[in-house]
């Protein structure tokens, strides 16, 4: 329930975003006419459009994003012949002509300033709806990752739906108030016409900002300093109370500690039963798996991500426990399900399968059906399945080892009908991104560079989204980072489109890591870093040499910098000595 309000109060709030900016004058536009025919039917064509649009974003894959493009497209279009209407009702007599009555209601009614009809209205707030779609904060973003992540289902449809009610509410009240503001120019000033023409050069200038990425691009480093900033602390609040199932889905950081006291006794409580394994589109060192076949087996469920920081440190146990208690019954099966789109790439999984040397079954889940199944939440995620198909136990997040452990010992001493026989533990020899972070000293935390959920960004230019841009970067403060040279910033990643090209970051934590690619044509590209405007020497990570030197060659994460001793504050920065390299997360360690 409190993530409704939050998602409402998050819509309200839209309306004070630069991003929105250019979409107001259209709204304003319909002041002065009735409520019930003109201003009613516009919100809530916007309401729909808005909730479907996002609905198609939060089923993923390219179709949607495209899809949403297609539709910015027509929006702007749309609204383009809306704002020469204004300008001219012979202009809006000539324009409209072949669109029949729907397009004359929309043009002649707004223009001459008539009573707007309800088609009209309908169609302007289908217009509005697709271009608020891009504009919306964190609370969207986090509704529609929980959303592709949990699949299509009654609470994102409502989250959706108050979210733009809460937006909608804004733009109604924006309009009653500009009705009295227009109505008290008309009565004083006879300035209708006047005011109407002006309409119109206000919406073609919001036309050619929409059109020009300025709501999407140049605003966007504005938007990050305003309702975001106010969103993302009510999220952080949520967060910090509400169990797994009441947020969205999100990499767990550091190391999460499970909320319960371990159970180190045979007496395990139940939690659930063994869930489908139904959905994967390709298992890995194995057939499809099901419960049934697995009856009388223990079974471990690991969900992982394979460019995930936190999964990988949480490899060497799982990979060791797999090898140390088969022989005695215990199955491990690793459910991967993908964060970014390069994940569901299945050669990218099985490149990243053979590197990590699993050898136990994994289930390929890019459609998130066993993810669903479990009603999980987090990478990485353990499910302790006990002989008789039911939950005993489960843990989230990194750390903890030795008590996940003694529960492998005591669902398998209780399959076999006898009191558990070892105390020992295992111990893996992790080196590289697979060790285990220096948490005291970690004063970083996992930073997107992509636009969609970037942040402490301070190029000085602003994010400049899907466009190509040039950008600089002085001197960043603690956690503040920057590009260097020619960009373009996705909603995931940026793309250097030229050699020479870099990032800076100013850290504190004994490890850095980046998560990089090739870019689609997969030609490697290598790359030099530096820490304090040096070379790293003894403090360079396990993929670049001690002169600072590697090559970006797959998708996946890069271990970059491991300081020798004590970590302390450091500006890091890599720069790319040929065009194409894409970059995705910075994390620590």
């Avoid at 459009?49 to 497209?73: E, K």
């Avoid at 140049?218 to 900033?229: K, N, P």
């Avoid at 990485?380 to 030795?402: L, V």
């Avoid at 001690?546 to 491991?562: H, I």
């Amino acid at each position: 329930m409190i993530l409704f309000v939050v998602a409402y109060l998050a819509g309200v709030l839209t309306i004070v975003s630069p991003c929105i900016l250019p979409v107001l004058p259209f709204v304003f536009a319909r002041a002065g006419q009735p409520f019930s025919t003109s201003i009613l039917p516009m919100l809530l064509a916007k309401i729909v459009t808005f909730a479907g649009i996002a609905s198609l974003a939060a089923l993923g894959g390219n179709w949607a994003v495209q899809a949403n493009a297609y539709g910015r497209y027509a929006a702007i279009a749309m609204l383009a012949v809306f704002g020469v209407t204004l300008l001219s009702t012979r202009a809006a007599a000539f324009v409209t002509g072949p669109l029949v009555e729907l397009g004359n209601r929309l043009s002649r009614k707004a223009a001459t300033g008539e009573k707007g009809s309800i088609g009209g209205s309908i169609l302007l707030g289908v217009a509005t709806g697709l271009l608020w779609a891009p504009c919306a904060g964190p609370v969207l973003g986090l509704v529609l990752t929980g959303a592709a992540l949990n699949g299509a289902n009654a609470q994102t449809t409502l989250l959706l739906v108050a979210y733009a009610a809460g937006a909608a509410t804004s733009l109604a009240l924006a309009v009653l108030a500009g009705a009295r503001v227009f109505a008290a120019m008309k009565r004083f000033l006879g300035l209708g016409d006047r005011i109407r023409q002006g309409l119109g050069v206000a919406v073609l200038a919001g036309v050619g900002a929409i059109a020009l990425g300025l709501d999407t691009g140049l605003l966007a480093q504005l938007s990050y300093a305003s309702t975001s900033g106010v969103e993302q602390s009510i999220l952080d609040r949520l967060r910090s109370g509400a169990s797994p199932v009441d947020v969205a889905s999100t990499r767990m950081t550091l190391a999460a500690k499970d909320t319960r006291q371990a159970a180190y006794r045979s007496d395990l409580p139940v939690e659930g039963q063994f869930p489908s394994l139904d959905g994967a589109v390709q298992w890995l060192n194995s057939k499809p798996l099901t419960p049934a076949e697995l009856r009388g087996k223990v079974i471990l469920v690991d969900f992982w991500t394979y460019s995930c920081i936190n999964c990988i440190r949480t490899i060497p146990y799982v990979r060791a426990w797999a090898e140390k208690y088969r022989d005695q019954g215990l199955v491990v099966i690793g459910v991967h399900a993908p964060e970014f789109a390069f994940e569901k790439q299945i050669g990218n999984v099985e490149k990243a399968v053979r590197d990590f040397k699993i050898t136990y079954p994994v289930a390929i889940d890019n459609n998130f059906a066993i993810w669903r199944a479990f009603s999980n939440s987090y990478w990485p995620a353990h499910y302790f399945i006990d002989a008789e198909g039911q939950i005993r136990y489960t843990h989230f997040g990194e750390g903890d080892y030795e008590g996940s452990e003694r529960v492998i010992q005591d669902l398998l001493a209780e399959a076999a009908g006898k009191k558990k026989a070892e105390d020992d533990l295992v111990k893996p020899n992790a080196g590289g991104a697979e060790a285990s972070p220096d948490l005291a000293r970690l004063g970083s935390g996992e930073t997107y560079v992509g636009y969609a959920r970037a942040a402490n960004f301070v190029s000085p230019e602003g994010v400049s989204a899907n466009t190509s841009a040039r950008y600089t970067v002085g001197n960043p403060g603690l956690n503040e980072w920057g590009l260097t040279g020619n960009w373009t910033v996705g909603a995931e990643e940026a793309r250097l489109n030229e050699a020479g090209g870099g990032i800076t970051y100013r850290f504190r934590a004994r490890d850095l890591h980046l998560v990089l690619g090739p870019g689609a044509g997969g030609r490697p590209v290598p790359f030099q870093i530096t820490i304090d405007g040096v070379a790293p020497g003894a403090d360079h990570g396990a993929d670049i040499d001690a002169a600072g030197k590697g090559t970006v060659t797959a998708t996946r994460l890069y271990q970059l910098v491991r300081q020798s001793g004590a970590a302390r504050e450091r500006t890091f920065e890599i720069r790319f000595l040929a065009p194409g390299a894409e970059a995705f997360v910075f994390t620590f360690g």
